[in-house]
């Protein structure tokens, strides 16, 4: 707990410095503060859905390539829902999370269920085919073609001098709220503590009579579920397309790898973490990609800490 404190201190000493550092390089309160705001809120949708990468691997094991696809498909749900069925694009959570566990289960019992302690090479193949399949399944069923959800009720708000769209800021709530839904799930409820019996010794859970398969199963579901709800959360902010959830996989993983595997609060940290950033890192670097800088902290902290900031060493 206190290396989890400190390491937390650590990285808010860090972000202070950063802060201090665009803000008078930008020579703007206003600009720093626009740019913080739009990260922590950006970085909340990455915490969710680097949630449900950590979640898989830290119990399977297995890198998921599929995420981000998962990802994609909760966004055409969410589409066609609310152009179809006229439904507000939020309340489409009540049918994308269900529909995303069910197609998670389904794709760990029979695909793969198959690899679970064979190769690495193996889980990496499948996974990428898994994700080419849903990415030309959505291709064909609906062509390249963009699509937007605008928000009906979508109103800028005034927060400490910089200003953010509702939509931001219900994606930013929405995306805590669900993050610490599992943490819950994972830390107060009997089926959390055999998903982490599992992840700890599978073959000791599994003597003490836990149906690891089960519950291998409705971990992979869970964190596809996660990845829906982050497709739905973010469908109203981003151009919905076959391919739209390629760039939040790329960036769950740096998340992910920079929180620690495995570790579910190193999740939410490097979520927010990466999202500040890649948004400040516009204001050290104008005219060049965010993501530049987000992929040099991301090595700089792969050559401090291989682990990671939550994970444990080898």
Known sequence: MNRTISRAGLAAVVAAAVIAGAWARSGSG??????VLTGLLLGGVYALVAMGLTLIFGVLDIVNFAHGAFMTLGMYATALLASSAGLNPYLTLLVSVPLLFGVGYVVQRHMVSRTMGGSLAAQLLLTLGIAMLLENSLLLAFSGDTRTVPVSFDTPLRVLGAVADLSRVLAFVGAMSLAGAVWLLLTRTRLGTAIRAVAANPEGASLV???????HALTFAAGTACAGAAGTLVTPLVTVEPTAGELFNIIGFVVVV????GSVPGAVAGGLIIGLTEQLGGLYLPGQSPLLVVFGVFVLVLLWRPQGLFGRPA
Not at 30 to 35: E, K, R
Not at 258 to 261: I, K
């Open 30 to 35: 206003t600009v720093t503060a626009q740019a």
């Open 209 to 215: 009579g836990l149906d690891v398969r089960r519950l």
């Open 258 to 261: 920079l929180g620690g595997l």
